[in-house]
């Protein structure tokens, strides 16, 4: 059972970054492919990225391509999201997930077991 902990959210102007962090307590995290998704509110979960266990062949949604990078140090049991040229779009609660793998498409919700309680991105325009 993983315990997903997000951190890095908080408060950016338009066109400003910020870096999200997720771990687990257990020191598991490198066996498993990690999503990244996003929700604002009245809107749907959306998958932003996903990084399996190797690190190689990330995904990433339309909507974030060329401004986000997702990255790992399984030496350090955590996953990045490094976000890029914000847009007040991007302002959502961001959730990290883990799952076998990742498909070659942008994340989907139901392929991912395990949760994080999410952290807040707001960007101001």
């Known amino acids: 059972q993983l315990h997903l902990v997000e951190s890095g959210g908080g408060l950016v102007q338009s066109g400003g970054s910020l870096r999200l962090s997720c771990g687990d307590s257990e020191s598991t995290l490198g066996y498993y492919g990690v999503g990244w998704f996003r929700q604002a509110p009245g809107k749907e979960r959306e998958g932003v990225s996903c990084?399996?266990?190797?690190?190689?062949?990330?995904v990433y949604a339309d909507s974030v391509k060329g401004r986000f990078t997702v990255s790992r140090d399984n030496a350090k049991n955590t996953v990045y999201l490094q976000m890029n040229s914000l847009k007040p779009e991007d302002t959502a609660v961001y959730y990290c997930?883990?799952?076998w793998g990742c498909g070659y498409y942008p994340p989907k919700p139901d392929e991912f077991d395990y949760w994080g309680q999410g952290t807040q991105v707001t960007v101001s325009s």
């Open positions: 990084i399996p266990p190797s690190g190689e062949t990330t």
């Open positions: 997930a883990a799952a």
